[in-house]
């Protein structure tokens, strides 16, 4: 049994890890921070959590932070994140980072995208934290930077097939779809109900989005090559769910068998990957709360691409499941512990 | 660990079952039955079973199914369920029957809002299962007619105020809402997603739903004195919740203080009923995939009438999860065993 | 041809304005008024009116607005409403207010619910703009305080029934949802599409409304008694509509027919509202984009209640339709022009 | 004025084509078909059109269908209208085809796509009917091929390119997301609501949509060269509404100005096309029961790609909206009589 604490709990990460961390027998939530509602339970902010959760929003410094918990999940933006995170190592915590101020080992890259980093020397230290490539070095580092929703969905999805060489590169177009817990709980219009309902657009296309280096970053060191993609990020009127639909042209002598050979010889061991069958097609309905990647791909011959469509929780695989599944590999715990969540359909 | 069977597993009632079940650590379901999908695996049916349930639907004869599992539950249309019960009950087998066939002591009253019933006997024999009311009789039963969504979210809500005489039972009205689960799987053109989306309505008004008897039974036994309501059922357009709002006028005596100290005498030792503090108001959505029933309520001095609200996610605490929540009963297991589960929201 | 103006155009109810008048064959939108959004065109900010509306915002004092146009529609809230409408009446301009300023006749009232008021002189001299009950005051007023939404749906129900002394004015309860937009385009939490999607809540119950004086003032007037009424609103997660569910006792001699006749000698002749047939409820999604009020009834004789259901655009019929709908009547249009729209369904 | 009928008018495109004649001052709809609902009003079956349109569903064999009107909307399926459309030409009736009978210019493609064609004969004769494209042969036809729904939003974003020689063909995918009306209005458990709501998915991935044939027939005229494309539905959890994502490579000289210049020249006096500015991007909701098509691009010059977005109402520029813009030119109306519909937002 461990302690745990949630930097900044009132977001919806934050919310998430408080629910999936409720039920997670090898831990307890010791503390948990927000500016914002600073005194108030968590379950007031949060209802569903009345009657399971009983903790106030704290509002701490760092130093005060550290010797309340074992493990730290901090669920802050980026910037803030930086700030926060070194002393908390330096206290000899273990840290899992939601934001995405550890995702990019090039500080250079990270500058150009966000902003000045003042603890770079954490880069290299930092291990990404996408537990079925990197699922070794989680197990022995003090610092996890979690990955982002939509990396996270593509980067699970063509990891074999850039690993055998089975895709040009090149070639690569991700056209990905998320649900609004992705724009975060902030009050902005954009975010209101009136104008995500019933609606659907694409924003910040052609290489506008911010996880563009961390989608290439990753695919780049699959590939052993310097790889450049599109990336659309569209938003669907639904709440949890990406579902990313990623094109490529195939390399000769890739087909239909040995590529389903290539997925289930990196992916049969993992638990939190479902490979769909030919002609069953991913939906996020059916990963709805749940820590679950479900991957299907197909073939075109005529066009001599392959189509994958991978499909998660942005809140559960793409953010707080994913953290608690780094969690459990760097705690020693078994890998599934508090994420055995079937997805909730209908 | 008992062996359990699903009888109608291809219905969001059945689904459910399956989904709560499989990470039941007494149950293991032994056997599903689906006359359209015999064959089929129920994971491909619903596909967020996926790598989680390993199960065929099969269809089975009722002699055929009696030795297939200790504990039934039969989620099959009124009419069906009472040809299959009394066979399974014959066998010494326990039965928890989510149709409504079982759900109304009176037989007159049954055929007047169903049809013939070719199994009155076991009327008397049923128990109605709402734990928070009937848990000791639950215990000890074969038989547990388990509860309509509506009716357990109304009469949840109005119980201690009708065992005080708090309220006067004539001026009962009861104005529900429900989501669209509760129409159940079977193609129709009013169950359509561009039917239900983006819209509500009321239907079946003024005294023609038939969960209007079963309702105004179990008030009446509260009472102690015949019931008559006013119930009217709406269509949400979302899949789980049932949000109730019900009024009813104050007898004398029955203020703030004292009202909160019924609801509390009867409910602060149920696991899954959540009181909520004055000026909270529940919501479906912070009950969704949870078996709580969240009840707040609100005195208006000036027309001196209470208004309580009750929300519940219709599919768990007003079917599956009742059900589950009966055989843990009924099987001696702990009331909450496989039912901890946390809200989810967003 | 009429010059008009909407004071408050970055708002939903502006929008709307924007939307309904631009294929209004009588007037000209020649000034937009947004302190937010000033100098920015409006179809910027509601793409919906691109290449149909080429104007900009503007952020201008009342004494320069006033010669902007001919009538004006303040949709800004209230209390910015009482210090914008004096000037414009002073300077001969015809007004249509939508906010609640100029709905409330006794002032106490107003100021109990909202704030002092700057400008009570004009609440005796402002006409309640429900064309179907004031149609003939409305023609020869300049200044009418447009309805509130919840109060259209309510009272339009009612007024049949009241007049003819055919309920028991004491037992109304009001049970009314309604869609998001009727909390604004105000970024708040709240309101975010995460918070209200797949959801549904009461909120403000028990004469807590700021529209509950409305009501009752105006089913007083009809009645011609003091009435107290019971409302309890909901946010439905849809953008447009409100049902209102009423129920009310029968006095005696009140009978199908006779109630039916009722509603047709009130209605018949009124463009905008839709009596249904026996048996046939109304549904948002069959008024959605339109000014129609669609009413039905059913009468429960067990309980001797009439359970009277209307539906209306909350933002149309609600607001900006009912506001043209008066502006017409105002200037000397047909009653309907520009209104002519069929709700869209699906 | 002349007489039209809708043969077929109890799906959701025959209810549209219903509630854009109804406000159409130039015409008349003088038969509507059905055959499941014969007999019942319209009006009962899509109550929106309550009050509005007064007209019965009838069930006639072409023969009687002939005499009834001048113009007719086929809205039936594919198979069924290759039946009635030769009689009603014989007749010397004009014919809008909405079903896929009449877009494929080759026999044998559409056989293949299909089923066996017993009017072969009228697939040259059929004007495809997508007015920005081919306006003037529409004006002298007596059968339109009313387009696909997914067709019409491809090609009206790609032809400016492909008629100038700024993309490669080969290299077109067209990534495209749909409401819910695109499935009809039969009943299965797929177009269930619980099925839909909260959910997204791609579904006949890789070339086994029928819409591919039409899409790359298109393509290939404006290209002058035989084009394959990859072509990805998917399913979205909203009504109306169809978003395309299409990517492509530029040949070297395309840059911003041109494109922009390209778009402009084909585009400028088409009234229902919006080109939107750079880094604007369209979203179905601002389309939304309108015949407009939104059209925005951007240019990726790290992958020397076009993103190309349109989007249109499926249901109304999809269908019904440009089969009453082809009525309007094939008899000599203005091209947007009765289509001056702003977009319902929000």
Not at 33 to 62: D, H, K, M, V, W
Request: glycine fraction near 8%.
């Amino acid at each position: 049994m461990i302690n745990v604490g949630i930097i900044g709990a009132s977001g919806y990460t934050g919310a998430e890890l408080a629910r999936l961390l409720c039920n997670h027998p090898e831990v307890k939530i010791t503390v948990a921070t927000s500016r914002q509602y600073e005194g108030r339970p968590l379950a007031e902010i949060f209802p569903n959590l009345r009657s399971r959760l009983n903790i106030r929003c704290e509002n701490l410094p760092p130093e005060q932070l550290q010797e309340r918990a074992d493990l730290f999940f901090t669920a802050v933006p980026h910037k803030t994140a930086m700030n926060i995170v070194p002393e908390l190592l330096s206290a000899g915590k273990k840290v899992i980072d939601l934001s995405a101020d550890f995702r990019i080992r090039d500080q250079q890259i990270y500058e150009k995208w966000y902003q000045p980093h003042t603890s770079g020397h954490l880069l290299q230290e930092a291990v990404y934290g996408l537990p079925e490539l990197y699922g070794k070095s989680i197990k022995t580092t003090s610092l996890v930077a979690n990955p982002g929703c939509y990396p996270t969905s593509i980067i699970l999805g063509l990891a074999p097939l850039l690993e055998a060489g089975a895709i040009q590169p090149r070639t690569i177009i991700a056209d990905s779809k998320s649900g609004a817990t992705g724009a975060g709980r902030s009050a902005q219009v954009g975010s209101l109900f009136c104008e995500v309902h019933d609606g659907f657009k694409p924003y910040k296309v052609g290489r506008s989005h911010r996880h563009t280096p961390e989608i290439e970053q990753e695919l780049s060191l699959l590939a052993e090559e310097e790889i450049t993609i599109s990336f659309t990020p569209h938003l669907l009127p639904l709440s949890r769910g990406i579902l990313s639909t990623v094109y490529a042209s195939l390399n000769p002598g890739f087909e239909q068998t040995r590529i389903e050979e290539l997925y289930k010889q990196k992916y049969t061991s993992q638990p939190f990957i479902r490979l769909l069958q030919e002609d069953s097609f991913p939906a996020t309905q059916y990963v709805r709360g749940s820590n679950f990647c479900d991957i299907g791909f197909k073939i075109d011959t005529a066009t001599n691409r392959i189509i994958v469509m991978t499909a998660i929780d942005n809140v559960v695989k793409g953010a707080a499941g994913q953290a608690i599944q780094n969690m459990n590999l760097m705690c020693g715990f078994k890998e599934t512990t508090g994420l055995e969540i079937i997805p909730l359909f209908p």
